[in-house]
């Protein structure tokens, strides 16, 4: 019988170890996707708790409002539209003109410093719905109103109050301006409505302002 013949003994591998430069461009790469993330991350982030924010005010408001229908309509109802503290729920508004996107949302009653927090404010001290003077909202354009310059004069826009009554104001006027060019946000001796946001969409380096004549109520024109 033959002997079986002795394997051949192997070669240990060799570990290859980065050169300097490999190493500084693994390093480098590391370093530019942690910066864009640290550069994504937190206006995703901060959108994602606007929409919170938005979608439970929306919610809020619908379910007070559905009570609008007993007994009759509006008119007849005593409870409220919009529920809980009126700065976090002060007016709905929509955009009937616009119906294939479905265009609404709820804006708290402050400052500008309330866009930190939320997508869509009324302007604290600026006329309310339907009243005198000059109702101005202020709303971000992302990610909920991506074709909100469709927006034209002619068009109407729907400002409810929380006693459930709606305000419809039909749009005379649309600006685009940098934003130290604005000058629609001052008081009127109308019954107007402003609504101002950012252009174009995801850059914001400008701004889009409407301006809107009262049609229903005592003041319609």
């Not at 240990?12 to 050169?19: A, E, G, T, W």
């Not at 009759?72 to 996107?101: H, I, K, M």
């Not at 409505?193 to 004549?213: A, H, K």
Request: proline letters at 6%; hydrophobic letters at 35%.
């Amino acid at each position: 019988m033959s002997s079986t013949p002795a394997p051949a003994a192997t070669r240990p591998r060799s570990r290859r170890r980065l050169s300097p430069f490999r190493l500084l461009g693994v390093l480098v790469g590391l370093g530019l996707v942690g910066g864009g993330l640290a550069l994504i991350v937190p206006p995703l982030w901060t959108l994602y708790q606007h929409k919170k924010v938005d979608d439970n005010a929306l919610s809020q408001w619908n379910q007070g409002g559905s009570q609008a229908l007993v007994g009759g309509g509006a008119t007849n109802y005593t409870g409220q539209c919009g529920t809980g503290d009126p700065a976090a729920n002060y007016a709905r508004v929509s955009f009937p003109s616009l119906p294939e996107y479905a265009y609404a949302g709820v804006a708290g009653d402050g400052t500008w410093d309330e866009l930190k927090t939320r997508s869509m404010v009324h302007y604290k001290g600026t006329a309310a719905p339907g009243q005198k003077g000059n109702d101005i909202i202020a709303f971000h354009r992302e990610p909920e109103y991506e074709h909100i310059d469709q927006l034209k004069v002619g068009d109407v826009v729907d400002v409810q109050d929380r006693s459930c009554k709606t305000w419809a104001y039909r749009i005379t006027g649309r600006w685009q301006a940098y934003p130290s060019n604005v000058t629609q946000l001052t008081s009127t001796d109308g019954y107007d409505l402003t609504l101002i946001t950012c252009t174009p969409f995801w850059v914001d380096s400008q701004r889009l302002v409407w301006r809107g004549t009262l049609i229903t109520g005592p003041g319609a024109q």
